[in-house]
């Protein structure tokens, strides 16, 4: 049978929005194929409490280049979130608050943990391929902190915020991950938070998702599952649940550990099917709660032992309520199921605190995510991240998780929806 379009897309996140959007401009017949009732994928803006909340990706910044070309282009605007007022950090043997001029001190010493990575990440939006690289890619983020020169206040501040960017406790995440973060942040360890936490688009990342399938030139399928895909030198054969489609070329751009869920005939490599199978492992929580009216403004983080590794105020609900917002290491450990958990987590980090109402999504368990954001465990991420970027015949690769710069980030996500409608584009002229 004749392909009934150039590309099918698979996957109506970011990366597959964004590579449908350019082989449409390119004026190539295009298919994108969603199994959720909405497009956006992990940049999802929802009510909570009567707020607007991202359940998703929310931070933004303008050295992430493909991001903020977005931004440019649909002449999109970024609001500064609010600083807290008071800060803390729960240690073993209670909360202790921080004065202005440690809590500046603290965000320094990203910089002693660190130390070095300007050699092992010269280039930050690069895959780096040096033999020190691969080595301090075998580390795992605990035994990096173990190895650096902290007292225990120190130790126990990094060990929440390298919790906190994994979304994993930190003897499974491979240090090249905090390192990496470190480098795109401009090597500077107060940029680290700038970067992830102090910016976010106006009016959510519904804003770019609506400018994106705005310009879409090409027909959309909602709740369409994709369950297998079969390619041969004729082109490629989808089988979805709402029946057969067939494309010149495919693009897959779901997370990488959904992949799995996918058939493919011919199967995919052999380390395709092995990061699959494995996963990445950045399986932790975000978590909404309103608070009782009148809580101040706040921020309090604690060591990965705990359950959860910061929380801190949002805004103000209609009601004269306070949305905080909150990141564990481990759905498992603290399931947005277990409202009375996740409340006394939330009441043990903040001093006076009494929580009302509990909300957010449990990506983990959401079969199209199955992960909050990409983070490898140690020895992965360079033995893996080449080959999974690798188009195999007529199908692309796309998705955040395996972005070369931003990974994880909704830059990440744009910059392997670009190069994945290059690569597509490349088969068919």
């Excluded at 010493?109 to 092992?120: D, I, P, T, V």
């Excluded at 929440?160 to 360890?189: E, M």
């Excluded at 959309?220 to 010149?248: F, K, M, N, P, Y």
Aim: aromatic residues 8%; contains cysteine; negative net charge.
């Amino acid at each position: 049978m004749e392909p009934a379009v150039d590309v099918a897309v698979v996957g109506g996140g970011l990366a597959g929005l964004t590579a449908a959007r350019e082989l449409g401009r390119r004026g190539r017949s295009v298919l994108l194929l969603e199994a959720r009732d909405r497009l956006g994928g992990r940049a999802w803006v929802s009510s909570f409490a009567g707020v607007d909340v991202e359940m998703g990706g929310a931070f933004v910044h303008w050295s992430q280049p493909h991001l903020w070309a977005e931004v440019t282009s649909y002449g999109l605007d970024i609001v500064e979130l609010p600083e807290p007022e008071k800060a803390f950090l729960r240690r073993d043997d209670g909360l202790e608050e921080l004065s202005a001029d440690v809590f500046i001190a603290l965000n320094g010493s990203f910089e002693r943990l660190c130390h070095g990575a300007q050699a092992l990440l010269p280039q930050p939006m690069s895959i780096p391929g040096s033999p020190e690289a691969v080595e301090a890619d075998l580390r795992s983020t605990a035994e990096a902190l173990a190895a650096t020169d902290l007292d225990p206040l120190h130790r126990d501040y990094l060990d929440a915020v390298c919790a906190g960017l994994s979304s994993a406790p930190n003897d499974r995440v491979g240090y090249l991950n905090i390192a990496k973060t470190f480098a795109l942040a401009g090597f500077v360890g107060e940029q680290v938070f700038e970067t992830n936490g102090r910016w976010a688009l106006r009016g959510g990342t519904r804003s770019l998702v609506d400018a994106m399938a705005s310009d879409l030139r090409g027909e959309v399928l909602l709740d369409t599952r994709v369950d297998q895909i079969a390619q041969d030198d004729a082109g490629v054969t989808l089988q979805t649940s709402e029946g057969e489609r067939h494309a010149s070329a495919a693009i897959v751009a779901v997370p990488l550990n959904t992949l799995g869920s996918v058939r493919f005939d011919p199967e995919l490599s052999d380390t395709k099917r092995e990061a699959a199978n494995e996963g990445v492992v950045s399986l932790g929580v975000k978590i909404w709660a309103k608070l009782a009216g009148g809580f101040p403004s706040a921020f309090s983080a604690a060591p990965d032992r705990f359950p959860l590794s910061f929380v801190e105020t949002f805004s103000s609900t209609p009601d004269g309520g306070t949305v905080v917002l909150g990141f564990g290491p481990s759905a498992a450990a603290l399931p947005l199921s277990d409202p009375d958990s996740v409340a006394r987590a939330i009441e043990d980090l903040l001093p006076g605190a009494r929580v009302e109402e509990i909300g957010g999504h449990d990506w983990v368990q959401d079969p199209f995510a199955g992960e909050t954001w990409a983070t490898y465990s140690p020895g992965t991420w360079l033995r893996w991240l080449p080959e999974l970027e690798r188009m195999e015949g007529r199908i692309a690769f796309a998705g955040s998780d395996i972005a070369r710069g931003w990974g994880s980030y909704m830059d990440g996500a744009i910059e392997t929806g670009l190069r994945a409608s290059r690569e597509t584009e490349a088969i068919l002229s």
